[in-house]
T-cell receptor, first 118, second 115 residues
Framework: DAGVIQSPRHEVTEMGQEVTLRCKPISGHDYLFWYRQTMMRGLELLIYFNNNVPIDDSGMPEDRFSAKMPNASFSTLKIQPSEPRDSAVYFC????????????????FGPGTRLTVL | AQSVAQPEDQVNVAEGNPLTVKCTYSVSGNPYLFWYVQYPNRGLQFLLKYITGDNLVKGSYGFEAEFNKSQTSFHLKKPSALVSDSALYFCAVRDGVGGYNKLIFGAGTRLAVHP
């Protein structure tokens, strides 16, 4: 398997612009997570989905952030409008629950998208 | 509430010496415990986990961790450190009760292995 795929790997944009980050989870996984990593705040969970349904979005910082998972193989995290304080590395991760019989409950992370908002 | 503490921001060790990266946790039910490693400009890589069973868990790259229920700890260890082990290490926990719950990550410990 190719692992979790994220695009773009780097994004530089100007304040006020819309930013869309993309994630393709590992095939067959039923949970998908979006995290943000900064030096100041460390690794933060933003939102996670189970079978394409958002389960917990309590980590989404503001209404400027939104996430969707239209199907099992694709998710987006959108920031509109973007602000300099949104600059961070955004990670997507996926897992398959162990109770499914084939799962391990282990989260596998993508390489991340480094976002810089000027 | 679930929480994880990694009391050391950085651990320095000489190559060939044993290393320990500390982690303590707090959960309401039985813990599921994980260690991840992050190399520069990379995503987090899974190292090992404890769900149940033997308290000593062996993982990738020669790492192991010991679950200690009475001390609520899950320290990461390696008998002989390599320079290539230098990275950022994260401990994570989730409550094993009920459905799948989110992982709570520690702040991370930077391991520096010197030649």
């Amino acid at each position: 398997d190719a692992g979790v795929i994220q695009s773009p790997r780097h994004e530089v944009t100007e304040m006020g612009q819309e930013v869309t980050l993309r994630c393709k989870p590992i095939s067959g996984h039923d949970y998908l997570f979006w995290y943000r990593q900064t030096m100041m705040r460390g690794l933060e969970l933003l939102i996670y989905f189970n079978n394409n349904v958002p389960i917990d979005d309590s980590g989404m910082p503001e209404d400027r952030f939104s996430a969707k998972m239209p199907n099992a193989s694709f998710s987006t995290l959108k920031i509109q409008p973007s602000e300099p304080r949104d600059s961070a590395v955004y990670f997507c991760a996926s897992t398959l629950r162990a109770t499914s019989g084939r799962g391990t409950d282990t989260q596998y992370f993508g390489p991340g998208t480094r976002l810089t908002v000027l | 509430a679930q929480s994880v503490a990694q009391p050391e921001d950085q651990v320095n060790v000489a190559e060939g010496n044993p290393l320990t990266v500390k982690c303590t946790y707090s959960v309401s039910g039985n813990p599921y415990l994980f260690w991840y490693v992050q190399y520069p400009n990379r995503g987090l890589q899974f190292l090992l986990k404890y769900i149940t069973g033997d308290n000593l868990v062996k993982g990738s790259y020669g790492f192991e961790a010991e679950f200690n229920k009475s001390q609520t700890s899950f320290h990461l260890k390696k008998p002989s450190a390599l320079v290539s082990d230098s990275a950022l290490y994260f401990c994570a926990v989730r409550d094993g009760v009920g459905g799948y719950n989110k992982l709570i990550f520690g702040a991370g410990t930077r391991l520096a292995v010197h030649p």
